[in-house]
């Protein structure tokens, strides 16, 4: 599932970019650490041949690249904008959701048929 969220939101991306002239590669950067590495690298083979956007997927470390760490901050804070409370001393950051913040409402069954195409589309390019 969660390369089909990953899938979701490079397709996202891909479709704002193009709406917005915007036709350069788009590069991704994600966290070396991040427990669900082995899905993204599976669906990096079919993002590939399915978005012409799509420059690279690379990982890192974010002890070597800060904005890895703003985005466990940003990510972080979605998750207290989702339940509803900040902790003492981090309201602040409830600005980060302005009028620039993209909040999409998804039915679980749209990224369940998300993560079916994935699946098909790499059984497809295995054999």
């Known amino acids: 599932m969660y390369g089909a969220c990953f899938a979701q939101l490079a397709m996202i991306t891909d479709i704002y ?5 915007f036709h350069e590669p788009i590069p991704y950067v994600l966290d070396d650490g991040n427990s669900y590495k082995k899905d993204i ?9 399915r978005l012409p956007s799509l420059k690279t997927i690379e990982f890192c470390s974010d002890t070597s690249l800060c ?6 901050v940003v990510t ?3 998750r207290r904008q989702l339940a509803g409370r900040f902790p003492s001393g ?11 913040h993209l909040d999409l409402k998804y039915k679980e ?7 079916d195409s994935m699946r098909k589309a790499e059984g497809s390019e295995r054999g």
């Open 109 to 115: 069954e749209w990224m369940v048929g998300v993560a």
């Open 17 to 21: 970019a193009r709406k917005n002239d």
């Open 67 to 72: 904005a890895l760490q703003a985005a466990d």
């Open 41 to 49: 690298v599976e669906a990096k083979v079919t993002l590939a041949s």
């Open 90 to 100: 981090f309201e602040p950051l409830q600005r980060l959701f302005d009028e620039h």
């Open 76 to 78: 972080w804070s979605v």
